[in-house]
Each structure stands twice: as structure tokens, then as C-alpha cells.
């Protein structure tokens, strides 16, 4: 078979499952309103939670850093991609994140794949949640070790596979999202480091969609729920809550230093961009000193919550600003979304293979507004047969 024969005959199958998936061109500045192939529509899409990533103060940061460093950083941070610009971005996250050290990485997905893989071997063993990032699951593949997947937040069914296998293992690292991404429901942070520290086990959380949502200061679920540990690794990414791009990797001098010496997506890749770091520190400064932002996220989660209470559709647990409304299936979904765009609303149909079931994901901001909710509503309820 040619390559452009199978791609083709790979993609009509993509498309018999209703499964294709293509970009659409969102116009001008991003934010609650968007601007999508030429329509205002409500945006339900984005994890612009705190509405950063088009605030002037982030913008002229990054237009300050460009104008200070140039655009590129030119090399990897251990030859010639190293700023001062870089250390004070890690100084920040360090000092909000309470440890000793933070490394920023090209984005969120190749921090995780790079520190999964420079920690554990084929000697060791991983414990995965069903519903973890792609990353997570991708970084898993790449360390070799072992990998045994537990049901989606599941502490008794991962406690009794860990008496079943833990002793034939060297380390065991148990991975997974604290929000999780594509449901919006919370990993249950302080069973899971129980059972870390009974059965010696490092805990590896994606705080993802967490940082700048969850806890007093936007620290993510480490604060939230108060959990604390030698043996955690917390991951998490600029560009989300952040409005930047970038990820993350919080913890320990040595775990820092560590990664410096080991960690190949670290190593062999080229430094942040000085635009993307000192957009990420600006962030940073304005999370701490704005806390209302944090509160008006959480008062719209509140009031979509609220106005969809009376809602017979089913949506599934959240404890995020993360919400999901449970489809038949995949066509059905992308049908759905469909209506909504033609009634003003930008809300992504969730399809396998990133989830087992089809959804329609919508995720709150703190730049909604109450009638934009209400609207909502109206809409849902229009079409309560579909
Ligand atoms: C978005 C996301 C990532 C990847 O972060 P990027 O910085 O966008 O690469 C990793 N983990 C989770 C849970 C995410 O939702």
C-alpha cells in the first residue's frame, strides 16, 4: 500500500467514527468573546481560566522580553539558552509553589514525558490512572517500566494492586492529574499520598488545571488539600490558567538538579522563549496580587452550576471549573455542538480517542458573565430531545 493509501484510508475510518477532528480559526484577541470564522460566539473553550493570556500587562511583558532578549533563546539552557529572565520565572514558581526549586520546561507535555522517563526504569513500576493526560501515559511508555493502570480514581482497587505487585519492583511511581482534564473531577490527593508513603511509592501529580484555579493562592491541589511530602513530583504547565506557554516542574534542590543532569526534553531542547517566560512571570505576580480573579472564577462556577441545576441533561461530578455534559455517543456530540455554535456558544465536542465517551466539555472562566449563563440555559433547554 502507498503511504498517501493508507493516510487516506486511515482517515476515512477516522471520519466513518465520527472521530475527524480539524482546527478552526478563532480572530483578534482571545477571551470570553471570541471571534470564530467570522461569528461572536460565548467562548466554553478555553483554559484561559483567570482571562490572562490577553491581558495588556502579560502582553507587554512579553513585548518587553522580546525587545531586552531577542525572540529566540538561541540553544539549550546548558549551553547558550540561559537567562536571568529563566532563573527569575523559577525563583517565582518556586516561591509560590513552597519548594526549594521549579525548572521550566518547552510545554507541559514534554515536561512530563522527559521527567516520567529520567525517574524510573525498566526495574520500576507505575501506577496510572485511566483518565490520566496523554502525556502522562506517553511519559510511561517511554520509561519502560512497568505499567499497571488503576480505575479512574480508584485508591482501593490501586492499594490492592500495589500489595499484588509493589514488592517486585524497585521504585514505584503512581502518576495522575489532580484536576483531571477532560471530566473537571478531583483526584483524591491526600488518600493517594497515604497510600504513597504505606507502600513507598513517589506520587507524580499534573496540577495542569489546577494551578491558578485550586487552593488559597491558586497554588493548585497540593494547597487545596493541604498534602505535603519528600516523595512528591508536581508538574504543571504556563499555559493555562498562566496565559503563557511552558510547563513546569516544582520540588526539591536535588529533584531540580537531578533533572538538570537527566532529563532529555530538558537537556536537548532549546530554552523558553524570553516572550513565553516573561509572560509566565507577569502571570505569576498578577495571580498573587489579584486574588479577585481566583473568586470571580469561582462565583461563575458557582452560577452555572446554579443555573443548571434544574437541567435534566446529565453532567457529570466537577470540582473544577471544568464541566462536562455526558452525549449517546460521538455524532450525537458533534451535533450538538454544532446547535450550540448556531445559537452563539463555542462548546467543544469531546470524542474518543481522548475520552471513552463522548461529551461536550465547557470550561468557565472568570471574564463570563452571569447572562452569558443564562443564555446558556435557554439553549440547553431548547434542545433537551437531543
Ligand atoms: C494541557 C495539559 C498538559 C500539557 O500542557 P501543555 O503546556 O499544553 O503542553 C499536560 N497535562 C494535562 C493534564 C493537561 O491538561
Not at 136 to 141: R, S, V
Not at 208 to 217: F, L, S
Not at 318 to 342: G, T
Not at 343 to 354: L, Q, S
Request: net charge positive; glycine share 6%; charged share 25%.
Amino acid at each position: 500500500m502507498s503511504l498517501s493509501q493508507y493516510l487516506s484510508k486511515s482517515l476515512d475510518t477516522i471520519k466513518r467514527a465520527n472521530w475527524y477532528r480539524q482546527e478552526k480559526t478563532i480572530t483578534g484577541l482571545c477571551g470570553a468573546i471570541i471571534d470564530l470564522e467570522g461569528e461572536k460566539l460565548v467562548n466554553f473553550a478555553s483554559n484561559d481560566y483567570l482571562g490572562l493570556a490577553c491581558d495588556k500587562r502579560l502582553m507587554n511583558a512579553a513585548i518587553q522580553s522580546i525587545q531586552e532578549f531577542g525572540t529566540g533563546a538561541t540553544g539549550s539552557r546548558l549551553v547558550s539558552g540561559h537567562r536571568q529572565l529563566h532563573e527569575n520565572l523559577e525563583n517565582a514558581i518556586a516561591s509560590w509553589k513552597n519548594t526549594e526549586k521549579a525548572l521550566v520546561f518547552s510545554s507541559g507535555y514534554t515536561a512530563n514525558i522527559g521527567v516520567i522517563a529520567s525517574l524510573v526504569n525498566q526495574k520500576d513500576l507505575i501506577f496510572s490512572d485511566e483518565y490520566n493526560h496523554s502525556s502522562l501515559k506517553n511519559g510511561a511508555k517511554l520509561s519502560q517500566a512497568q505499567i499497571i493502570e488503576y480505575k479512574h480514581c480508584n485508591c482501593a482497587e490501586l492499594e490492592e494492586k500495589l500489595l499484588k505487585n509493589r514488592h517486585n519492583y524497585r521504585h514505584c511511581l503512581i502518576i495522575t492529574d489532580t484536576v483531571f482534564s477532560m471530566d473537571g473531577d478531583l483526584c483524591p490527593l491526600p488518600e493517594m499520598m497515604a497510600i504513597a508513603n504505606k507502600y513507598d511509592c513517589w506520587l507524580l501529580i499534573d496540577e495542569a488545571h489546577a494551578t491558578g484555579v485550586m487552593g488559597k493562592t491558586g497554588g493548585g491541589c497540593l494547597e487545596h488539600f493541604e498534602v505535603k511530602g519528600e516523595n512528591i513530583i508536581e508538574i504543571g504547565t504556563l499555559s493555562k490558567a498562566m496565559g503563557s506557554l511552558g510547563g513546569y516542574v516544582a520540588g526539591s534542590e536535588v529533584l531540580i538538579n537531578f533533572l538538570k543532569n537527566r532529563c532529555q526534553t530538558w537537556i536537548y531542547t532549546t530554552g523558553l522563549s524570553p516572550a513565553d517566560a516573561g509572560a509566565a512571570l507577569k502571570a505569576i505576580e498578577i495571580i498573587q496580587e489579584e486574588p479577585q480573579r481566583r473568586r470571580q472564577l469561582w462565583e461563575n462556577i458557582r452560577l452555572l452550576k446554579q443555573e443548571l441545576n434544574s437541567f435534566k441533561m446529565s453532567f457529570m461530578p466537577s470540582e473544577s471549573a471544568i464541566m462536562c455534559l455526558k452525549s449517546k455517543n460521538a455524532e450525537d456530540a458533534v451535533k450538538f455542538s454544532l446547535k450550540l455554535k448556531e445559537n452563539g456558544f463555542f462548546v467543544p465536542a469531546i470524542r474518543p480517542p481522548t475520552v471513552p465517551r463522548s461529551r461536550l466539555r465547557f470550561s468557565v472562566m472568570a471574564t463570563h458573565k452571569l447572562e452569558h449563563f443564562r443564555r446558556l440555559k435557554e439553549v440547553l433547554n431548547s434542545y433537551q430531545n437531543l
